[in-house]
């Protein structure tokens, strides 16, 4: 088992920034990759970012490339995602989650075992 846990969300105006921060506990010798999706009232989960454990390739969506970048600590088990140039439309409950899957399709969301419980991320205009 593998426990994930997220922080760092919060209220923050249009055009500024924040970081959330990810840590997992428990048998993370076998993660493959950590991401992160968010959620917003109304709409499905999506794919905001991912990394993959062993040589850290790194994929965005989309909608968050160029102003999100996602970053990894090996050692600590932690995934950062500083989010910059933020946007009303990126308001939603952000997670993280642990994939321990071998070649894991890191942008789909059932790929992944282990989620946080969420963090609120709010970006008012």
């Known amino acids: 088992q593998v426990q994930v846990v997220e922080s760092g969300g919060g209220l923050v105006q249009a055009g500024g920034s924040l970081r959330l921060s990810c840590a997992a506990s428990g048998r993370t010798q076998s993660t493959t990759a950590m991401g992160w999706f968010r959620q917003a009232p109304g709409k499905e989960r999506e794919f905001v970012a991912a990394i993959r454990w062993s040589g850290g390739t790194i994929y965005y969506a989309n909608s968050v490339k160029g102003r999100f970048t996602i970053s990894r600590d090996t050692a600590k088990n932690t995934v950062n995602l500083q989010m910059s140039s933020l946007k009303s439309e990126d308001s939603a409950v952000y997670y993280c989650?642990?994939?321990?899957?071998?070649?894991?399709?890191?942008?789909?969301?059932?790929?992944?075992?282990?989620w946080g419980q969420g963090t609120q991320v709010t970006v008012s205009s």
């Open positions: 989650a642990a994939s321990s899957r071998i070649n894991a399709f890191v942008s789909l969301s059932g790929d992944y075992a282990y």
